[in-house]
């Protein structure tokens, strides 16, 4: 399986290759090219990911959220809702490394069959980094009016996490 998974990139770009030649294509011409036109879209989108990430780095580094999960601590206490898994669903939207990060702990703490690690696995493949999509990809293209997109976003990403704090504890 690994050697399978170390070719498939070389095999792919051969491919290309093969298939221009085919159609009589200049691959390397068309190959730079692109990269030439990709610059203008990279500098677009550096300013709206600089943003993001110097306000997740702010919003993580003043502890924040630390405060935020010891005021509600009692409210989830009370819905039989575990702490644990609670950064992972407030920091998912905001960014999918750090989201793996955190999922990272709990694996290193509890073990990967655990049910806190089950749980925060299944909210981190069902939530999005809405904020991050937002951010980026809106801000790319020049959408100011995100208002309707972040509240559809931010409500799908809470549906997946009350899902999974319903249906996960039905099945492990």
């Known amino acids: 399986m690994k050697l399978l998974s170390n070719l498939f990139i070389p095999v792919l770009v051969l491919t290309v290759i093969?298939?221009?030649a085919k159609k009589k294509i200049n691959v390397y011409d068309s190959f730079v090219e692109g990269a030439k036109e990709s610059l203008p879209m990279i500098l677009n989108m550096f300013p709206p990911l600089l943003?993001?990430?110097f306000g997740i780095n702010i919003f993580t580094s003043s502890g924040i959220i630390d405060e935020i999960f010891q005021f509600l601590k009692?409210?989830?206490y009370l819905v039989n809702v575990p702490l644990e898994v609670l950064p992972i669903a407030v920091m998912r939207p905001l960014s999918g490394s750090f989201g793996l990060a955190l999922l990272n702990d709990i694996y290193t703490?509890?073990?990967a069959d655990h049910y806190l690690?089950?749980?925060a696995s299944i909210i981190q493949g069902?939530?999005?980094t809405t904020l991050y999509i937002i951010?980026?990809?809106f801000g790319t293209i020049g959408i100011k009016k995100i208002k309707?997109?972040?509240w559809a976003g931010l409500l799908a990403d809470l549906v997946t996490v009350i899902l999974s704090l319903i249906i996960v504890p039905l099945f492990f």
Do not use: E, K, N, Q
């Open 18 to 20: 093969i298939y221009g």
């Open 51 to 53: 943003a993001m990430i």
């Open 74 to 76: 009692p409210i989830f």
């Open 109 to 111: 703490l509890h073990g």
């Open 117 to 119: 690690s089950i749980l």
């Open 126 to 128: 069902s939530s999005d």
């Open 135 to 137: 951010t980026l990809y």
């Open 148 to 150: 309707y997109a972040l």
